[in-house]
């Protein structure tokens, strides 16, 4: 008859709890030796970007593998075929081209114990483990499960990981699950933007102000840089995707005027 424990049990820091059996179920704990043992041996790849969700054609993928946009080179672990000989880490060459087996995954001993992050997908942030042994290349099923236990998606509510939202996702607003970087905010369509410059030499009636904006969709505003700093009407036009021109009729003085141009 067992020992039920309702108390935290606190070992100081000293002692230790020893001559433990080696566990054989869910919740019993494991021995170093167990430990140790587990870890040895484990085969460690670099990251794949995405993993199979079902039975694929190998000599055509397709674009798209679980809803993510693949490029050549990009890694995928098959994990999911009909025949299971056909499993394994492979990588896209594009959409109607064969995957071909990675590197690192293109013999039996390559893939023994192999050890696989998963990027995006459904899969994403899951790491994938290939527990099958001696066995042969293309004729033995290839065996990934699930290893360990998966981060979850950061929520409002709820600490974990969050992928990096892509400049296009950033401009059109989607996705409410990946995080903003400070860059792709700047760059996006929703960024204000500005340029300014102070004009007037006492010589020319026209000046060009480039901004870089890379549209004609700007606002540009002229204003008086002393005084009260009120605004004058001028000729304004946009001369370039990257540049407006404002012309006096008569040569402004030096540096009396301020122009602004905003997105």
């Known amino acids: 008859m067992s020992m039920n424990v309702l108390r ?12 433990l059996p080696n566990a054989v179920g869910d919740q019993e704990p494991v021995t170093m030796a ?8 484990l085969n460690d790849k670099p990251d794949a970007r995405v993993a199979t969700v079902g039975n694929i054609n190998l000599a ?11 490029a050549v080179g990009d890694r995928v672990v098959v994990w999911k075929q009909t025949a299971g000989a056909e499993n394994g880490i492979y990588v896209w060459n594009g959409a109607a081209v064969p995957l071909t087996r990675a590197a690192d995954g293109s013999t039996w001993k390559e893939l023994e114990n192999a050890l696989i992050p998963v990027c995006e ?27 360990g236990t998966a981060a979850v998606q950061a929520t ?19 996705d409410d699950q990946a995080s903003v970087t400070a860059l792709k905010l700047a760059n996006s369509v929703f960024a204000r933007r500005k340029a300014t410059a102070v004009i007037g030499d006492g010589s020319a009636t026209a000046f060009i102000i480039t901004h870089n904006f890379g549209t004609r969709d700007v606002a ?4 008086r840089n002393s005084g009260n700093y009120e605004d004058v009407l001028v000729e304004t036009y946009r001369s370039s995707v990257n540049a407006v021109a404002v012309v006096f009729e008569a040569p402004p003085a030096a540096n009396a005027f301020q122009v602004s141009v905003r997105t």
């Open 121 to 147: 997908g459904t899969n994403a942030q899951v790491v994938l483990r290939q527990t099958a042994i001696n066995g042969t290349l293309d004729t033995t099923t290839v065996n990934f499960i699930p290893f």
């Open 8 to 19: 935290t049990m606190d070992f100081n820091n000293v002692a230790r709890v020893i001559n």
């Open 156 to 174: 409002e509510a709820i600490s974990g990981i969050s992928k990096v939202a892509t400049q296009a996702m950033v401009d059109a607003g989607i």
């Open 60 to 70: 055509a993928p397709g674009a798209t593998i679980d809803g993510v946009t693949m």
């Open 220 to 223: 540009i505003s002229v204003f």
């Open 34 to 41: 167990q430990l140790k043992a587990a870890l040895e041996g």
